[in-house]
């Protein structure tokens, strides 16, 4: 990773289930996290402002920086950032960040971040597996759950009988022990409260701007990321 950049960002498009990339290279100079996160956001959005948070036009969007996925005491922060409901009545851009272990799984499987714009006709959650970006139904079962069995509920669906510890195969010889990084909604962000947070792990929070609101606004639950990267 020269810099300590993969070299791509995801963009996923929940109206259109379009999955495209968009090159790091690019944004570099702005540093990664927030600065990056930021540059993204006004270069494909800027021109349309002003627009509500819950419009399907914002974006959210999920950032690593340079050093995640290394020893460097406090890489794992991920940056958070979109037009955020919680500023209301003021609806502007915003930003919050979380730790642990997503962007740090995120890097393995190839992304420096992802982008995810647009609202899906139906609940879903997005499942990264290395470079295999897909949306997944939600629908069955995953909608309606508080955040720790929706993380542990999707961690059973992308490593099917899992047992932590032990090795698993994830895709094409792709061999793991680790289990996916997951980052989601609960039913407060369901149901689009604007002090809705985001949670990953057992207590790693977005915890401003209301993005869990974001993620119910899109009907979008959650996003798994794992990589042997």
Same mark, same amino acid.
């Given at each position: 990773?020269?810099?300590?950049?993969?070299?791509?960002?995801?963009?996923?498009?929940?109206?259109?289930?379009?999955?495209?990339?968009?090159?790091?290279?690019?944004?570099?100079?702005?540093?990664?996290?927030?600065?990056?996160?930021?540059?993204?956001?006004?270069?494909?959005?800027?021109?349309?402002?002003? @627009? =509500?948070?819950?419009?399907?036009?914002?974006?959210?969007?999920?950032?690593?920086?340079? @050093?995640?996925?290394?020893?460097?005491?406090?890489?794992?922060?991920?940056?958070?950032?979109?037009?955020?409901?919680?500023?209301?009545? @003021?609806?502007?851009?915003?930003?919050?960040?979380?730790?642990?272990?997503?962007?740090?799984?995120?890097?393995?499987?190839?992304?420096?971040?992802?982008?995810?714009?647009?609202?899906? *006709?139906?609940?879903?959650?997005?499942?990264?597996?290395? *470079?295999?970006?897909?949306?997944?139904?939600?629908?069955?079962?995953?909608?309606?759950?508080?955040?720790?069995?929706?993380?542990?509920?999707?961690?059973?669906?992308?490593?099917?009988?899992?047992?932590?510890?032990?090795?698993?195969?994830?895709?094409?010889?792709?061999?793991?022990?680790?289990?996916?990084?997951?980052?989601?909604?609960?039913?407060?962000? =369901?149901?689009?409260?604007?002090?809705?947070?985001?949670?990953?792990?057992?207590?790693?929070?977005?915890?401003?701007?209301?993005?869990?609101?974001?993620?119910?606004?899109?009907?979008?639950?959650?996003?798994?990321?794992?990589?042997?990267?």
């Amino acid at each position: 990773m020269p810099g300590g950049y993969t070299g791509k960002i995801v963009r996923v498009n929940l109206t259109t289930k379009e999955i495209s990339r968009i090159d790091t290279a690019k944004y570099e100079e702005y540093g990664g996290g927030h600065g990056i996160g930021s540059a993204v956001f006004f270069d494909l959005v800027g021109h349309q402002l002003p @627009f =509500e948070a819950f419009d399907p036009r914002n974006l959210i969007i999920m950032m690593a920086s340079p @050093f995640s996925g290394t020893f460097m005491p406090g890489s794992g922060r991920c940056e958070v950032q979109g037009l955020g409901p919680g500023l209301y009545p @003021f609806e502007w851009f915003g930003h919050s960040n979380f730790g642990g272990r997503f962007t740090a799984q995120m890097k393995f499987a190839g992304w420096d971040g992802i982008v995810v714009e647009g609202c899906s *006709d139906k609940p879903v959650w997005i499942n990264i597996t290395n *470079d295999q970006v897909k949306i997944e139904d939600a629908t069955n079962g995953i909608w309606g759950m508080d955040t720790w069995d929706t993380q542990d509920e999707i961690s059973r669906r992308v490593v099917p009988g899992l047992k932590y510890g032990e090795w698993a195969d994830l895709a094409n010889s792709c061999y793991t022990t680790q289990i996916p990084a997951v980052v989601c909604c609960g039913p407060a962000g =369901e149901r689009k409260s604007r002090v809705a947070c985001l949670l990953h792990g057992p207590g790693s929070q977005a915890a401003l701007c209301g993005y869990g609101a974001v993620f119910g606004s899109k009907n979008l639950k959650a996003i798994s990321a794992i990589g042997t990267g």
